[in-house]
């Protein structure tokens, strides 16, 4: 069996990890790597196959940013031919960005089956371009993987439920796997933070929260009148709108320093003392590794995170201060995303569906 797996920004290559590791598992199965060029930074890109040890891209159609509709037609007409080439028995796509919608799309108009993983995911918001990608997604989708019971009751109310399987989240599977391979390592942070005492980790960069010069700056006057050091990685988009604004990002209890390979993302989060995102991926990493999260947006995709205040929405920025420094919950955290073996479940459905 063949399974072609589409991938193009960093959370996806993460996901891609657990399940390239899995399809090595399986003699019948060959796997084939897709990158879009979505995410083309080497910090963004190229240090995630490294790190995480995901085998090269069999195919890198290096199509680079641009705006949405450009980007994702791009990324459309590079499909069709790496598709009419290698006929996968499968297309897999992963969460929900436009390398999901353009694989996805490509795959449907060529009649060749499409796998999602990561489906039934809403936020409800259709301000999101990210909403859009993964419903359009789910509904052409012929196999929808789903992380979370609370995901299969969305696909369900969507008349998606024949389709739907849950196997677990396969981003548990790496950070878990990831955690335990750095644990008691010296967190990676920007000049100016000590390791041993209490930090916060930060990383912000949606267009909601970086495209409006005075929400932006109301964010970061809030997390440099912190207490205690925050490390802010920043994002590209981020780093940009920023100087396009007149923002500085350094003072106060804030210290820049540019995003980290993902062992040393997860092992600053381990030992952070909070983090505050507007990443989808991170609220979930946070909540895993048991530290409090602050999520700069007005709803979640992750809404289990939310349960005992682990995670908080503030979509008000003048709180994110309080926030931030609130107490740490004492409360248990479920499993609601899985055991670690979710990537080994969406392969073998992939399988046994073939």
């Given amino acids: 069996m063949k399974i072609l797996s589409v991938v193009g920004a960093r959370p996806q290559f993460v996901k891609l990890a657990a399940i390239a590791d899995a399809a090595a598992q399986r003699d019948d199965v060959e796997h084939l790597i897709v990158h879009t060029g979505q995410h083309y930074d080497a910090a963004m890109s190229d240090v995630f196959f490294a790190d995480l040890r995901i085998p090269a891209p069999d195919v890198n159609l290096a199509i680079g940013s641009g705006?949405?509709?450009r980007q994702t037609g791009a990324m459309l007409a590079g499909m069709d031919e790496v598709l009419e080439e290698h006929r996968p028995d499968w297309t897999l796509v992963y969460g929900d960005t436009n390398s999901t919608?353009?694989?996805?799309?490509?795959a449907v108009k060529m009649h060749l089956k499409v796998a999602h993983l990561e489906a039934g995911l809403r936020s409800f918001n259709r301000r999101m371009p990210e909403e859009h990608n993964r419903v359009?997604?789910?509904?052409?989708?012929?196999?929808l993987l789903a992380p979370t019971e609370v995901a299969r009751t969305?696909?369900?109310?969507?008349?998606?439920?024949?389709?739907t399987l849950v196997t677990g989240d396969v981003m548990t599977d790496v950070c878990l796997r990831v955690a335990a391979s750095v644990e008691g390592a010296e967190p990676a942070l920007p000049e100016g933070i000590d390791p041993t005492a209490e930090?916060?980790?930060?990383?912000?960069?949606?267009?909601?929260?970086?495209?409006?010069?005075?929400?932006?700056?109301?964010?970061?006057?809030?997390?440099?009148?912190?207490?205690?050091?925050?490390?802010?990685?920043a994002h590209p988009r981020l780093v940009a709108k920023a100087k396009d604004a007149g923002i500085e990002l350094s003072g106060g209890a804030v210290h820049v320093g540019a995003p980290v390979a993902y062992p040393d993302l997860v092992g600053a989060v381990k030992q952070a003392r909070a983090v505050v995102t507007d990443s989808g991926g991170l609220q979930k990493e946070a909540y895993l590794l048991g530290t409090p999260c602050s999520t700069v947006r007005t709803e979640t995709e992750w809404v289990e995170t939310l349960e005992d205040d682990w995670n908080r929405l503030v979509p008000d920025p003048s709180e994110?201060?309080?926030?931030?420094?609130?107490p740490r919950p004492t409360a248990d955290r479920p499993a609601h995303y899985g055991d670690g073996r979710a990537a080994l479940r969406s392969v073998d459905a992939l399988r046994e569906n073939d």
């Fill in 136 to 143: 359009l997604t789910d509904h052409a989708a012929d196999l």
């Fill in 199 to 233: 930090f916060a980790v930060a990383t912000i960069h949606r267009a909601d929260n970086t495209d409006d010069p005075e929400r932006l700056r109301a964010i970061i006057r809030s997390l440099q009148a912190l207490e205690m050091p925050l490390a802010l990685f």
């Fill in 101 to 106: 919608l353009a694989g996805t799309l490509s």
């Fill in 67 to 69: 705006s949405h509709g």
């Fill in 154 to 163: 969305h696909l369900a109310a969507e008349g998606l439920a024949e389709r």
């Fill in 320 to 326: 994110l201060t309080a926030a931030v420094s609130r």
